[in-house]
């Protein structure tokens, strides 16, 4: 079969989006493997680091002024008190699927170091719009708690917050409204407080450790590139049979041959020619 139709500009446009549509694909099955990838690197951080048993805060003070996405999880106890006055609520913060808050408050260890302690999550209220009917208060005085390493979250560009309240846990936002230093670097989600109140936010749920569905996306979006190609190749060989069986009815028949059908008229009018003066001859003569 002839495959010279492929050098046309209609086929070779064809072959462009063939190769655009596989490098979209090719890419969005990257990103998704980038995604899965992230996920198995959180899950072993969370089987790694959730459960060991707690280390002096001395031991990991550095990941609190620079965060390490390694040691997120890890378990730490702090020995301080905490400064409600400078206590903020974080709005918009999911907890298993439920709309809700989480409350910060300021922690002054006796190393004289400020961090923040996340003591959990508190439903949407019903009596004031964009506020939690109770944000029960912190232990007064010297107080342990044990808490999981987290790192500071990226500031939201143009969202804002009313007062007391911030649109997400970007500690240097956070770091801006108080009169004193803070680590900036990783915050403390409380696993316990001793002494403990009588009552407190609800505790956040450990991470989950499922990978998702990234992996069988990426192989979708793989295939879908490939077959890409596949349709391209398809088509290219169904245009060359066409074209193949065309040539053939022509050679055969020769009816879809100009051409040939030019010299057909021809001789036949020539024929015709002959013919007509053969006639008259015999006419002049008798016959």
Same mark, same amino acid.
Request: aromatic fraction near 8%; proline fraction near 8%.
């Given at each position: 079969m002839n495959y010279r139709f492929l050098l046309t500009r209609r086929w070779l446009s064809f072959l462009v989006l063939a190769v655009v549509v596989a490098a979209a694909c090719a890419g969005l099955s990257k990103w998704q493997m980038d995604r899965r990838n992230q996920a198995v690197a959180e899950i072993r951080r969370v089987q790694q680091n959730y459960v060991k048993p707690p280390v002096p805060f001395e031991q990991v003070e550095q990941y609190f002024s620079v965060s390490d996405p390694e040691i997120k999880w890890t378990t730490v106890t702090l020995s301080g008190r905490y400064l409600p006055q400078d206590q903020r609520i974080v709005r918009n913060r999911p907890n298993n699927s439920a709309p809700?808050?989480?409350i910060l408050v300021p922690? %002054?260890?006796?190393?004289?170091?400020?961090?923040?302690?996340? %003591?959990?999550?508190?439903?949407?209220g019903n009596l004031r719009s964009g506020y939690p009917d109770v944000v029960p208060s912190p232990p007064a005085g010297n107080v342990e708690v044990i808490i999981r390493i987290k790192p500071s979250e990226q500031a939201l560009e143009g969202r804002t917050a009313p007062e007391g309240q911030l649109p997400s846990i970007a500690l240097p936002v956070y770091a801006k409204q108080l009169e004193y230093p803070l680590l900036t670097g990783s915050y403390g989600l409380m696993a316990s407080e001793s002494p403990a109140p009588d009552v407190s936010p609800q505790q956040l749920s450990m991470p989950a450790v499922q990978e998702g569905s990234n992996l069988s996306y990426a192989m979708q979006w793989l295939t879908f590139g490939i077959l890409a190609f596949v349709g391209f190749g398809h088509a290219a060989r169904q245009q060359a049979r066409i074209a193949k069986e065309e040539h053939e009815d022509q050679r055969q028949s020769g009816s879809h041959d100009p051409a040939l059908q030019v010299r057909r008229e021809d001789k036949a009018r020539k024929r015709n020619t002959s013919d007509d003066e053969e006639d008259a001859l015999l006419d002049r003569l008798g016959l």
């Amino acid at each position: 079969m002839n495959y010279r139709f492929l050098l046309t500009r209609r086929w070779l446009s064809f072959l462009v989006l063939a190769v655009v549509v596989a490098a979209a694909c090719a890419g969005l099955s990257k990103w998704q493997m980038d995604r899965r990838n992230q996920a198995v690197a959180e899950i072993r951080r969370v089987q790694q680091n959730y459960v060991k048993p707690p280390v002096p805060f001395e031991q990991v003070e550095q990941y609190f002024s620079v965060s390490d996405p390694e040691i997120k999880w890890t378990t730490v106890t702090l020995s301080g008190r905490y400064l409600p006055q400078d206590q903020r609520i974080v709005r918009n913060r999911p907890n298993n699927s439920a709309p809700g808050y989480e409350i910060l408050v300021p922690f %002054r260890l006796g190393t004289g170091d400020t961090v923040i302690v996340d %003591r959990g999550w508190l439903p949407i209220g019903n009596l004031r719009s964009g506020y939690p009917d109770v944000v029960p208060s912190p232990p007064a005085g010297n107080v342990e708690v044990i808490i999981r390493i987290k790192p500071s979250e990226q500031a939201l560009e143009g969202r804002t917050a009313p007062e007391g309240q911030l649109p997400s846990i970007a500690l240097p936002v956070y770091a801006k409204q108080l009169e004193y230093p803070l680590l900036t670097g990783s915050y403390g989600l409380m696993a316990s407080e001793s002494p403990a109140p009588d009552v407190s936010p609800q505790q956040l749920s450990m991470p989950a450790v499922q990978e998702g569905s990234n992996l069988s996306y990426a192989m979708q979006w793989l295939t879908f590139g490939i077959l890409a190609f596949v349709g391209f190749g398809h088509a290219a060989r169904q245009q060359a049979r066409i074209a193949k069986e065309e040539h053939e009815d022509q050679r055969q028949s020769g009816s879809h041959d100009p051409a040939l059908q030019v010299r057909r008229e021809d001789k036949a009018r020539k024929r015709n020619t002959s013919d007509d003066e053969e006639d008259a001859l015999l006419d002049r003569l008798g016959l």
